[in-house]
């Protein structure tokens, strides 16, 4: 009786800690390839017939090729995410190529649906997170080649080179749709306009200063 009891109480705390280490969400078949063609669904993309995946649907090419970093940040993240990889659908993961020249920043930004682990190739880099507040605490490293570093879901984080060459790292993304917020382009280029006093007032500076911010965005 006493044994059986224990045995019972034993099971009990497997299954908690079997549910308690499973991801959220484990899809309900083997794959869910995106339907391009019928993207109206709630969350995700709604699936292609089975019959009609193929191999391609689960191939990606072109991750080897550099992005350009001729731009302001003097930086370009390449994805790889649902949309240019239907295999992807439902499955929770993502990837990105990140190129940063010499004097480049990838800007401030954060992935509301993701957390993101990058994996330095080649170059030297500069990452940072700070995490909520009222802390608000700078997370930052150095990294060299073949570090590795997380950045967990929904923080505020950049990368900058720090090195003589160019940077270029790969980062997995906990999500097939991660998402990215450039907190510039969210704050001071909103369509229409954030209205002015509530930057005065979020920002604690004076009016020109916020026109000016703008006009960049
Ligand atoms: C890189 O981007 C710049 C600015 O958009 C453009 O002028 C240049 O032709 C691009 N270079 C390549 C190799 O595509």
């Not at 009786?1 to 969400?25: D, N, T, Y």
């Not at 401030?108 to 995490?131: D, I, N, Q, W």
């Not at 073949?146 to 720090?162: A, E, K, S």
Request: with cysteine; net charge neutral.
């Amino acid at each position: 009786m006493a044994s059986s009891i224990l045995l019972v109480g034993l099971v009990a705390v497997c299954l908690a800690f079997v549910s308690s280490v499973q991801p959220a969400e484990i899809p309900l078949q083997d794959f869910c390839v995106a339907d391009s063609k019928n993207s109206a669904s709630g969350n995700g993309f709604a699936c292609k017939n089975p019959k009609t995946v193929t191999a391609d649907d689960f191939f990606f090419i072109g991750l080897h090729i550099a992005g350009n970093t001729s731009n302001p940040a003097g930086s370009k993240v390449t994805p790889v995410s649902v949309v240019q990889l239907p295999g992807l659908n439902t499955l929770g993961i993502s990837m990105v190529r990140l190129d940063i020249a010499p004097w480049g920043v990838n800007p401030l930004h954060t992935h509301p649906r993701a957390t993101e682990v990058l994996t330095l190739l080649e170059g030297s880099l500069e990452v940072g997170f700070v995490t909520s507040g009222p802390e608000n605490w700078l997370v930052r490293k150095v990294l060299k080649k073949g570090d590795i570093f997380v950045f967990p879901v929904g923080l505020v984080h950049y990368q900058r080179n720090v090195g003589y060459g160019n940077a270029v790292a790969i980062a997995a993304l906990s999500s097939e749709n991660p998402g990215v917020i450039k907190v510039g382009n969210a704050v001071f280029g909103s369509k229409p306009d954030i209205p002015h006093d509530v930057l005065v007032k979020s920002f604690q500076v004076d009016q020109t200063i916020i026109t000016r911010m703008q006009a960049k965005f």
